[in-house]
Nanobody, 115 residues
Framework: QVQVVESGGGLVQPGGSLRLSCAASGSGSSIVSVGWYRQAPGKRRELVAIVAGVGITNYDNAVKGRFTISRDNAKNTVYLQMNNLKPEDTAVYYC?????????WGQGTQVTVSS
């Protein structure tokens, strides 16, 4: 099973930027997709962005044009660059690493957008 560690969260003002990192270790050759998800208080976890296969990406409409997902295969790391952050982006962000047998999750990283 893959071990997943997220980092890069924090407190930022509206309009600011953050870059989240998702480092995967343990079984890199079987990874088929890596997605960033978020969960705000009282809400269910939702997909924000995902990268799969040869680099196909998909984004939730709420973040298109503001967030960019990318990966560094040599480092087994996936990034989520978040620009023009809004208060409604406040949530715990989780990285989900997909393999044929299921999804492995990290512990999450808090992102708070507030003035």
């Amino acid at each position: 099973q893959v071990q997943v560690v997220e980092s890069g969260g924090g407190l930022v003002q509206p309009g600011g930027s953050l870059r989240l990192s998702c480092a995967a270790s343990g079984s890199g050759s079987s990874i088929v997709s890596v997605g960033w998800y978020r969960q705000a208080p009282g809400k269910r976890r939702e997909l924000v962005a995902i990268v799969a296969g040869v680099g196909i990406t998909n984004y939730d409409n709420a973040v298109k044009g503001r967030f960019t997902i990318s990966r560094d295969n040599a480092k087994n790391t996936v990034y989520l660059q978040m620009n023009n952050l809004k208060p409604e982006d406040t949530a715990v962000y989780y990285c989900g690493v997909g393999e044929p047998g299921g999804v492995s999750w990290g512990q999450g990283t808090q992102v708070t957008v507030s003035s």
